[in-house]
């Protein structure tokens, strides 16, 4: 398998190494919060810590599986291991399997020279049981699967990747396990990790009964990605298929897959009125691929959603906060809170060669009188600017270090 390294990650932990605060890595399962951490414990190596300062725990491993009941046994376990005068680091994998795991990871906290790293899949645990007990000692870091800038120079042919990786990044995404394996092979090893998600992180921790209902409310979330939804539209298109599940039911299922981090959901932000809509909000799945792995093989038709996907899980990487836009009747892709506080309009296509094409893209964008910068992505490997719109192609844009530009 290629080992990527995954320097923005690795820059924020080396960022935030001894200071006075937890270190919450979250995200979907399989996206690589394991090996990020794996990662920086080996930084820590190299740059002079003693090995025996290091202790990593995955709650996972048979061989944990004693202090699952157990959080003083693993307290003391963890403590007896470390000599305390000098800096220590402490890493707790998939630390919700233990019971009462927030007293585990607060008892560390407290202890001087230690630092403390946990990993979880579930947003609901991380933003409710360990924000009750430790509200404001703790920081979130977000792992999302592989970037197409991290993945390109694993299969580049000197300064340019290989011919037909990013269709396939299109259409398989980038969760790390995925990468190394045959076309063929994706989309089953994707359906795994699918399951395992809805197995672990949503039936087994909501305490539900496999019901079909929901891998139809999944599905159908897959197959409307960057559409306006909401659980009574969804509810109505169900029974129209002569299928009846409750508004209610199909909202518990959204709250669900958002906390495991299987789907995003996206809020639409109104550009003139400057307020966020509470109704028909959009989702963006956490990895293309696994859309491929339920939907089956991507009709040409359809790849402008995976590519508005794609962008929105980069949007997502490289800013502070994303939302879909609307100004008056018409919609714009994304509205997005740069980290510098600014604000930029992002329309996506899949390509917009035809004068007609262009022209309903951008006309949204020209509609609106500010003067942020604005931006058209395409596939279409054209660059330049549409009177005051900046037209990027998507390959190039997704490989820059960071920027829009």
């Known amino acids: 398998m290629k080992i990527i390294e995954r320097e923005?990650?690795?820059?924020?932990?080396?960022?935030?190494?001894?200071?006075?605060?937890?270190?919450?890595?979250?995200?979907?399962?399989?996206?690589?919060?394991?090996?990020?951490?794996?990662?920086?414990?080996?930084?820590?190596?190299?740059?002079?810590?003693?090995?025996?300062?290091?202790?990593?725990?995955?709650?996972?491993?048979?061989?944990?599986?004693?202090?699952?009941?157990?959080?003083?046994?693993?307290?003391?376990?963890?403590?007896?291991?470390?000599?305390?005068?000098?800096?220590?680091?402490?890493?707790?994998?998939?630390?919700?399997?233990?019971?009462?795991?927030?007293?585990?990871?607060?008892?560390?906290?407290?202890?001087?020279?230690?630092?403390?790293?946990?990993?979880?899949?579930?947003?609901?645990?991380?933003?409710?049981?360990?924000?009750?007990?430790?509200?404001?000692?703790?920081?979130t870091i977000h792992i999302l699967p592989l970037s197409y800038a991290e993945m390109a120079p694993a299969f580049s042919q000197g300064a340019r990747p290989t011919s037909g990786l990013f269709q396939r990044y299109l259409e398989y995404g980038g969760m790390p396990g995925a990468i190394d394996l045959p076309a063929g092979e994706c989309a089953t090893y994707l359906a795994d990790i699918l399951e395992s998600i809805v197995s672990k992180d949503i039936m087994t921790r909501r305490r539900w009964h496999r019901e079909n209902h929901f891998d139809r409310v999944s599905r159908f979330l897959f197959d409307s990605v960057g559409l306006p939804l909401s659980a009574t539209k969804i509810a109505a298109s169900l029974q129209s298929d002569g299928v009846k599940v409750s508004h209610h039911t199909i909202g518990n299922y959204l709250d669900a897959m958002a906390d495991a981090f299987l789907f995003y959901r996206v809020q639409r932000y109104d550009v003139r009125g400057r307020?966020?809509?509470?109704?028909?909000?959009?989702?963006?799945?956490?990895?293309?691929?696994?859309?491929?792995?339920?939907?089956?093989?991507?009709?040409?038709?359809?790849?402008?959603?995976?590519?508005?996907?794609?962008?929105?899980?980069?949007?997502?990487?490289?800013?502070?906060?994303?939302?879909?836009?609307?100004?008056?009747?018409?919609?714009?892709?994304?509205?997005?809170q740069t980290r510098d506080g600014l604000t930029e309009y992002y329309q996506v296509a899949y390509t917009a060669k035809e004068t007609a094409t262009l022209a309903r893209e951008v006309r949204p964008l020209r509609a609106l009188k500010d003067n942020y910068r604005k931006f058209l992505l395409t596939t279409d490997g054209l660059d330049g600017n549409e009177n005051g719109i900046e037209v990027r192609d998507i390959e190039r844009w997704l490989l820059a270090d960071g920027g829009a530009s």
Request: net charge positive; with cysteine; hydrophobic share 45%.
């Open 8 to 139: 923005s990650y690795m820059a924020r932990l080396d960022a935030l190494r001894d200071k006075n605060i937890i270190k919450a890595i979250t995200g979907v399962r399989r996206a690589g919060k394991s090996t990020v951490m794996r990662m920086f414990s080996e930084r820590l190596i190299a740059s002079g810590v003693s090995p025996a300062q290091i202790v990593f725990m995955n709650f996972e491993d048979v061989e944990n599986a004693k202090w699952l009941g157990d959080y003083q046994g693993a307290y003391r376990d963890i403590i007896g291991r470390l000599d305390l005068s000098k800096p220590c680091y402490v890493f707790l994998d998939e630390v919700q399997n233990v019971k009462d795991f927030e007293r585990l990871v607060d008892g560390l906290h407290v202890k001087r020279n230690v630092d403390v790293y946990v990993t979880g899949s579930n947003a609901w645990l991380l933003s409710s049981e360990l924000g009750t007990l430790l509200t404001g000692r703790y920081i």
């Open 275 to 336: 307020k966020l809509l509470t109704t028909q909000e959009k989702f963006y799945a956490a990895d293309i691929g696994f859309k491929r792995a339920v939907i089956g093989k991507t009709m040409l038709s359809d790849m402008g959603r995976n590519v508005e996907n794609t962008v929105y899980l980069e949007l997502l990487r490289r800013n502070a906060r994303v939302f879909a836009g609307k100004a008056d009747a018409s919609e714009i892709d994304f509205v997005v």
